[in-house]
């Protein structure tokens, strides 16, 4: 019989023990999940940073650590540091359009409400690229 | 003799053979750097993604290794993922004041320049919480 194992015990064809430290993060249904933590740690090393950590913040460390792994097998070399990097210039992009709109308020404040044509041309193309 | 060394054949305790995969990413004078790694991925882990890529991208993916391993280190539940979210939240912040901002611009101009007084106390907390 297989059934009642986790995706972790199955994939490393071994009995699935009652208190199996990867039983309650990587459900039978999911083999995926498993795999690709596997492939990026191993399940030795899944297991001791489960371990360590207090039981109700297990879930979240296995979310965590199953994103970065998926991260790393669709981009080898920058792995989920690429979405920092993106998110990063994301906010770059916010921080000079936000600073150019200041500068349009200044404008049509100074010229008391005269440079109405050149704000809206000006402030429109922002919003699209920093949308997730 | 144990000079001539890299970090990892130090830590392994192992002969450092002349093509080591590990040489040139993990130089003997920084050995927490590889410390970090092995901590996290595994020696062989660590040999294994770095194997599979072009030689010209090993020293990227060393980085973003090390960079994973460090936050993971700091942070045993959310790693670098935890990253991710405050830049996410950044960003929402950011076009949050400049969607606020363009409301400020539409007022002046349909005011014809008498909101001077509201746009400039209204303009101004989010460019500090937007800084890294």
């Known amino acids: 019989m297989i059934s009642g194992r986790c995706a972790a015990c199955k994939y490393l064809r071994r009995r699935c023990?009652?208190?199996?430290?990867?039983?309650?993060?990587?459900?039978?249904?999911?083999?995926?999940r498993f795999a690709s933590v596997h492939r990026i740690y191993g399940a030795s090393n899944?297991?001791?940073?489960?371990?360590?950590?207090p039981h109700h913040l297990r879930g979240e460390a296995a979310d965590t650590l199953c994103y970065e792994?998926?991260?790393?097998?669709?981009?080898?070399?920058?792995?989920?540091?690429?979405?920092?990097?993106?998110?990063?210039?994301?906010?770059?992009?916010?921080?000079c359009q936000l600073a150019k709109t200041r500068a349009e308020i200044a404008f049509i404040s100074s010229s008391g409400g005269q440079g109405r044509t050149t704000t809206t041309s000006t402030s429109s193309p922002?919003?699209?690229s920093t949308k997730f």
Chains 1, 2 share one sequence.
């Open 17 to 32: 023990p009652s208190d199996c430290i990867f039983f309650p993060y990587f459900p039978p249904n999911n083999p995926e």
């Open 46 to 53: 899944v297991a001791k940073m489960l371990q360590q950590l």
């Open 69 to 95: 792994a998926e991260c790393r097998t669709r981009d080898c070399v920058y792995g989920c540091v690429k979405t920092i990097s993106q998110l990063h210039q994301e906010i770059n992009k916010a921080e």
């Open 126 to 128: 922002i919003t699209s």
